[in-house]
């Protein structure tokens, strides 16, 4: 007997069904109970971790704040206010509301960077510092618009409608004195002659202490003169036949006849100060007027200037060539040529090179066709050979070593001897006319590498003698008997009236 067939099928597909609901149930609560512990609030002691971050870096902070304490409440100087000669007291007056800082015309500041060479500073800016006389004061100012105006003190033009004002080169000019305050230490001087010369930038913004300075002026009547320094203190305030409120107080040494010169950002290379008194009792600090906090009233005296009440002066000098300014003139010019060769900046130059002239068009080339190519230059040795100075330009003969570097390559000499055309353009100030230069590197190479070789070993210091006497034509015999008066090594090249 046969038996029956059994069928099993739907047994087991049952029991597959059941363990896989348990097992998504089985990860459902594995998830879920993930999902709360990443989203489920924090411990509140975790929070508590936090403070004391912040208080260490409140810490690190302390320096500033100790010199804010110093700015806004400063003791009172104690002293004399000196003068170039005594000046009779004016009657006292309440300092009107227009001689206060125009908070709604905001100045643009750029970005600080690294400051430049204080050399190459002045080489830019003293053209546009002048020299101020009366009959009984000397004093100093600088070009502030494109009008001919010159900021000076009132102390340095008081009582006097028209003065004598001298640029750098020795160019003098008639000035007539459009606007003055008998409460604030500031006038104004209007030279016709120098309308349209770029002016010294502005800096309306307030300088804070620490601020590295430069003062610019003719003290003792020495022009061309700068001493650096610090804003040692702001915020001060002096009541001494003038009105003196928030005044700068600085390290830069100024001196009598100094005084309406301008206080240099050294970063920012713009005017922020006027330098204008100093104290018997000490000397060695100087204070200057913010220029943000008479900027109105120079710009109401610009737009209404007094009407001059005396005769121009006569038998005025007129700018000549001389030795020695020359000579720091082209001194000038080459530290700002290195500058410009080295950012890719034309504009350091346009303040030497007359405009319009092939010479100008050619270095603007020159210096524009450096773009990307990352070439440093360094001016190994400049020496001035001759100045001939004639009726109506001067010739002044240079020798410039100069080295080429180059990331990944050997550096380069490139010895030139370069003859500079100066002449004296129409505001009185010199001005490169023309430029020859001549690659002499090839006919030195020789000798140099000569040279070189012997230096490797200490026997050639016996063979020099005869070496020169067997050469005494050669044409570096001369320029060596020089070289004590005019070679200049970059590392240490000086403008003599720096104090």
Do not use: C
Request: charged content about 30%; proline content about 8%.
């Amino acid at each position: 007997m046969k038996e029956p067939k059994r069928y099993n099928e739907p047994t087991p597909r049952k029991a597959s069904s059941i363990k896989t609901v348990i097992l998504l149930l089985a990860i459902a609560l594995v998830a879920g109970f993930m999902l709360w512990l990443q989203f489920a609030p924090k411990p509140v002691e975790e929070s508590k971790e936090e403070p004391p971050k912040v208080e260490e870096t409140t810490e690190e902070v302390k320096p500033p704040d100790d010199t804010e304490v110093e700015t806004e409440t400063p003791e009172k100087p104690e002293g004399t206010v000196t003068y170039e000669t005594p000046k009779p007291t004016p009657p006292e007056k309440v300092q009107p509301d227009t001689e206060k800082p125009d908070v709604t015309q905001p100045v643009v500041v750029e970005e600080r960077v690294e400051e430049r060479d204080q050399e190459a500073i002045l080489a830019s800016l003293l053209p546009n510092v002048y020299t101020v006389y009366t009959d009984s004061q000397q004093g100093s100012g600088f070009l502030y618009n494109d009008k001919g105006d010159i900021v000076t003190n009132a102390h340095v033009v008081e009582g006097y409608g028209t003065v004598t004002v001298v640029n750098n080169t020795g160019q003098e000019f008639v000035g007539n004195v459009i606007g003055i305050s008998d409460t604030v230490d500031v006038a104004l001087i209007r030279v016709d002659e120098i309308a349209g010369k770029p002016p010294l930038e502005m800096d309306l913004m307030k300088s804070t202490v620490g601020t590295s300075v430069i003062a610019i002026g003719s003290p003792n009547n020495k022009a061309n003169t700068a001493t650096t320094g610090n804003v040692t203190a702001t915020g001060r305030d002096f009541n001494e036949n003038f009105i003196y409120t928030d005044l700068y107080e600085t390290d830069a040494g100024i001196a009598p006849g100094s005084s309406g010169g301008p206080l240099i950002d050294a970063l920012t290379e713009k005017v922020i100060g006027i330098n204008s008194i100093i104290l018997t009792d000490n000397p060695a600090i100087g204070y200057s007027i913010p220029v943000y906090s008479v900027y109105q009233m120079l710009k109401s005296w610009e737009a209404n200037p007094l009407t001059p009440q005396e005769p121009v002066k006569p038998n005025l000098e007129d700018a000549y060539f001389d030795e020695e300014l020359l000579t720091l003139f082209i001194e000038g010019y080459m530290t700002l040529y290195t500058y410009a060769q080295n950012e890719v900046n034309f504009s350091y130059l346009e303040g030497y090179l007359q405009a319009d002239s092939q010479v100008y068009r050619t270095e603007r080339e020159a210096i524009n066709s450096l773009k990307d190519k990352n070439y440093v230059f360094t001016v190994e040795k400049f020496q001035i050979d001759d100045i001939t100075i004639e009726e109506s330009r001067s010739l002044v003969t240079t020798t410039i070593e100069t080295k080429v570097a180059q990331k990944d390559k050997e550096p380069s000499i490139i010895k030139e001897q370069v003859v500079y055309e100066v002449i004296i353009d129409e505001y009185g100030d010199y001005m490169i006319q023309a430029v020859t230069k001549t690659d002499v590197t090839e006919t030195e190479d020789p000798e140099a590498e000569a040279e070189s070789t012997d230096e490797t070993t200490e026997e050639p210091a016996v063979e020099e003698e005869p070496v020169v006497e067997e050469t005494p034509d050669d044409e570096k015999e001369p320029v060596k008997e020089q070289q004590p008066n005019t070679e200049v090594d970059s590392t240490e090249q000086e403008v003599p009236a720096v104090e």
